[in-house]
């Protein structure tokens, strides 16, 4: 795969655990599919796996490359990220993975399910899919089932709402361990309860999973209990974190 060295425009924060990385493409070409990933690090240091959180077309209108990174326990970015100041390096080597959105696909509905900084790749998609014009199938929706720690861990949930108030996506949201009366939405881990409110028309809908392990694995499994076929389940394997 080929590998660039671009720098670092900023570090933001996105949830308190998570961090949003943009990298300058300059005028680097940089051709990639929503859902696909990079390893990125240090110049001459190890890489890390991350997928891309921005569609292709936002990486063209900015002329930057997005990338969702959660903190390690110490607060930072981890060992193969020791710099994180504007204008820092960053060796990037990609795109790779096969977690991606059919051109055309035959289901008429789209559901997309995301654990923690999962939601990555999944964004990407939703931006792809609601910049084209929709093909007639798809127009019978586009969910999103998102899970959290607490309700502030939500990363890019107000660009979701955004689309949401437009009418493109249906959002699902639920927290596993937030018991604050502040968040008057869903609670507990994904499970056959929240995906029994999303899977409308099971035999004919596209689902794809992205986050910790167990989640994606229960997902699958449930997914496939409310008569979902198993090949129209798409999930992330090339770097599931661990759960």
Same mark, same amino acid.
């Given at each position: 795969?080929p590998?660039?060295?671009?720098? =670092?425009? +900023? !570090?933001l924060?996105?949830t308190?655990?998570?961090?949003l990385l943009t =990298?300058d493409?300059?005028? @680097?070409?940089?051709? $990639? *599919?929503?859902?696909?990933a990079?390893?990125i690090g240090?110049?001459?240091?190890p890489?890390?796996?991350?997928?891309?959180?921005?569609?292709?077309?936002?990486?063209s209108?900015?002329?930057? =490359?997005?990338?969702l990174?959660?903190?390690?326990?110490d607060?930072t970015?981890?060992? @193969?990220?020791p710099e994180s100041?504007?204008?820092?390096p960053?060796?990037?080597?990609g795109?790779?993975? %096969?977690?991606l959105? #059919?051109? /055309?696909p #035959?289901e008429?509905r789209?559901? $997309? !399910?995301a654990?923690?900084?999962?939601i990555a790749?999944?964004r990407?998609?939703i /931006?792809?899919?609601?910049r084209?014009?929709?093909?007639p199938r798809?127009?019978?929706g586009i969910?999103?089932?998102?899970?959290a720690? +607490?309700g502030d861990e $939500?990363a890019?949930?107000?660009? $979701?709402r955004?689309h949401?108030?437009?009418g493109q996506?249906e959002i @699902?949201?639920t927290? %596993?361990?937030?018991g604050?009366a502040a968040w008057m939405?869903?609670?507990?881990?994904?499970?056959r309860?929240h995906f029994?409110?999303? !899977? @409308?028309?099971?035999t +004919?809908?596209l689902?794809? !999973?992205?986050g910790p392990? &167990?989640m994606? +694995?229960?997902?699958?499994s449930t997914?496939?209990?409310?008569g979902?076929?198993a090949?129209?389940i *798409?999930?992330? &394997?090339w770097?599931?974190?661990? &759960?």
């Open positions: 795969m590998t660039l060295t671009l720098p =670092l425009l +900023n !570090v924060p996105v308190p655990r998570s961090r =990298l493409l300059g005028a @680097h070409p940089f051709d $990639f *599919r929503p859902g696909q990079v390893l240090a110049p001459g240091g890489r890390r796996p991350y997928s891309i959180a921005c569609s292709p077309e936002l990486a209108e900015t002329g930057a =490359l997005e990338l990174i959660a903190l390690e326990s607060g970015l981890g060992a @193969h990220l100041r504007p204008g820092s960053i060796e990037v080597e795109p790779m993975g %096969t977690f959105v #059919p051109v /055309d #035959p008429e789209l559901l $997309f !399910v654990g923690g900084t999962g790749p999944l990407a998609m /931006d792809h899919l609601l084209r014009p929709s093909p798809l127009r019978r969910s999103l089932l998102y899970s720690r +607490n $939500f890019f949930i107000d660009e $979701f955004g949401e108030q437009r996506l @699902h949201q927290v %596993t361990r937030d604050s939405g869903g609670r507990g881990r994904i499970g309860s029994e409110r999303v !899977v @409308h028309e099971p +004919n809908t689902c794809f !999973v992205c392990r &167990a994606v +694995n229960e997902s699958v997914l496939g209990g409310l979902v076929p090949g129209a *798409r999930t992330e &394997a770097g599931v974190p661990p &759960a």
